[in-house]
C-alpha cells in the first residue's frame, strides 16, 4: 500500500460522509458532511471525491480507504460482500481498488439455514474492536444493531436488528406517535420499558400499550419514545442474547446508544464494555493499512 505512515480514512455512510486525515500518526485533517449516498442527488460519488478529499492528495498521492455505503450499488461499485468465517486477514487482503491509491473494504455476509445478512461499514468497526477491546460478542447498536461472533479472532457470523430504524418508523408513521408533543428523555420510563422488553422477547404484543398507556394516563405524552426506546432495546437483547449466550459483550457505537445498551445487559448480568464507534472505525482502518505495509 505504501506511504503507511499518511493515509485518509473515509467512513461514508447513507446520510453522512466523514473523512479522516492522518500524517505520521497524527490526525491532521478532517470533515463531516451531509453528503452520504442517500443524500446526493444529482451529484455522482467521484464528484464528491474530487471536490472534498481529493485536495488533501495533492502534494503527495497517499493511500485512501474507505468504507460504509460506498461500497454498495446504491454508491455505484458494488462491492463484493466476503462469506464469513472471514478472518480480519482474509478482509484486509481483499480492499476493491477504485483508483490508484484507492480502496473500498468489501462488506461481509452470511447464508446459513435459509437467513440471509449483510453488513457495510460494521466490519471496519469490528476489525477495530478486536484490537481495542477483545470479545468474543460484540453489539453495534444503531439503525440496524448488529450482533456478532468472533471466535479466535475470527468473524463466524452476525444478526441484524432492525430496533432503531423500527422506533422511528412507529414513533414517526404510526399511531403510536401521532399527535404528539416535543418528547423527552426520562430515565425512569426508559427503564420501564426496558423491563416489559426483557420480560417480553416478542414483543409485537406489546407496542400498542404504547398508545393505551398514554391514553389511560400511565405514560406522559412527552414520554412515550423513552418507554418505546426500552421496550424495543429489551426485546432485542433478550432474544440475541438467547441465542449468542455471551457472558460479556463489547458495544460500539455512540455514548447515548452504548449506555442504553449496556442497561439492558446490566439487567440480566451481562457485563459489557463500550468502545466509541469512532474509535473502532479509525482502529479498523489503521489495521488494514497496516496490513498492507
Known amino acids: 500500500m505504501g506511504m503507511v505512515d499518511?493515509?485518509?480514512?473515509?467512513?461514508?455512510?447513507?446520510?453522512?460522509?466523514?473523512?479522516?486525515?492522518?500524517?505520521?500518526?497524527?490526525?491532521?485533517?478532517?470533515?463531516?458532511?451531509p453528503l452520504g449516498i442517500g443524500q446526493l442527488g444529482e451529484l455522482r460519488c467521484d464528484e464528491v471525491f474530487d471536490r472534498h478529499i481529493a485536495p488533501w492528495r495533492r502534494q503527495e498521492k497517499i493511500p485512501v480507504v474507505m468504507a460504509g455505503m460506498i461500497g454498495?450499488?446504491?454508491?455505484?461499485?458494488?462491492?463484493?460482500?466476503?462469506?464469513?468465517?472471514?478472518?480480519?486477514?482474509?478482509?484486509?487482503?481483499?480492499?476493491?481498488?477504485?483508483?490508484e491509491g484507492v480502496w473500498i473494504v468489501?462488506?461481509?455476509?452470511?447464508?446459513?439455514?435459509?437467513?440471509?445478512?449483510v453488513m457495510r461499514g460494521e466490519e471496519t468497526q469490528i476489525l477495530g474492536a478486536m484490537r481495542l477491546a477483545p470479545a468474543d460478542c460484540y453489539v453495534l447498536p444503531g439503525t440496524h444493531c448488529k450482533w456478532v461472533a468472533v471466535d479466535d479472532g475470527v468473524v463466524r457470523g452476525f444478526d441484524t436488528a432492525m430496533t432503531g430504524?423500527?422506533?422511528?418508523?412507529?414513533?414517526?408513521?404510526?399511531?403510536?406517535?401521532r399527535g404528539l408533543p416535543p418528547q423527552q428523555p426520562h430515565d425512569e420510563v426508559f427503564a420501564r420499558g426496558l423491563a416489559q422488553g426483557l420480560e417480553t422477547p416478542s414483543c409485537i404484543e406489546r407496542l400498542f400499550e404504547a398508545r393505551a398507556a398514554r391514553v389511560l394516563g400511565q405514560l406522559a405524552a412527552q414520554h412515550v419514545a423513552?418507554?418505546?426506546?426500552?421496550?424495543l432495546i429489551g426485546a432485542e437483547v433478550r432474544a440475541l442474547h438467547q441465542r449468542?449466550?455471551?457472558?460479556?459483550?463489547?458495544?460500539?457505537?455512540?455514548?447515548?446508544?452504548?449506555?442504553?445498551?449496556?442497561?439492558?445487559?446490566?439487567?440480566?448480568?451481562?457485563?459489557?464494555?463500550?468502545?466509541?464507534?469512532?474509535?473502532a472505525f479509525q482502529q479498523g482502518i489503521r489495521s488494514i493499512v497496516d496490513a498492507g505495509r
Not at 455476509?109 to 440471509?116: I, S, V
Not at 423500527?166 to 406517535?177: P, R
Request: with cysteine; aromatic share 8%; net charge neutral.
Open 6 to 33: 499518511s493515509y485518509i480514512a473515509v467512513d461514508w455512510g447513507s446520510t453522512h460522509l466523514r473523512a479522516w486525515r492522518w500524517h505520521h500518526g497524527r490526525c491532521v485533517d478532517a470533515l463531516s458532511l
Open 72 to 99: 454498495s450499488d446504491a454508491g455505484g461499485y458494488a462491492v463484493d460482500y466476503l462469506p464469513c468465517p472471514v478472518s480480519p486477514q482474509v478482509l484486509s487482503g481483499r480492499l476493491h481498488a477504485l483508483a
Open 106 to 117: 468489501p462488506g461481509l455476509k452470511t447464508e446459513r439455514d435459509g437467513r440471509c445478512n
Open 165 to 177: 430504524e423500527l422506533h422511528h418508523l412507529l414513533m414517526a408513521n404510526s399511531l403510536i406517535g
Open 226 to 231: 423513552e418507554w418505546l426506546s426500552g421496550l
Open 244 to 279: 449468542y449466550r455471551a457472558r460479556a459483550v463489547t458495544l460500539v457505537a455512540g455514548a447515548a446508544l452504548n449506555d442504553r445498551y449496556r442497561r439492558a445487559f446490566n439487567a440480566i448480568d451481562v457485563a459489557a464494555t463500550t468502545l466509541a464507534g469512532d474509535d
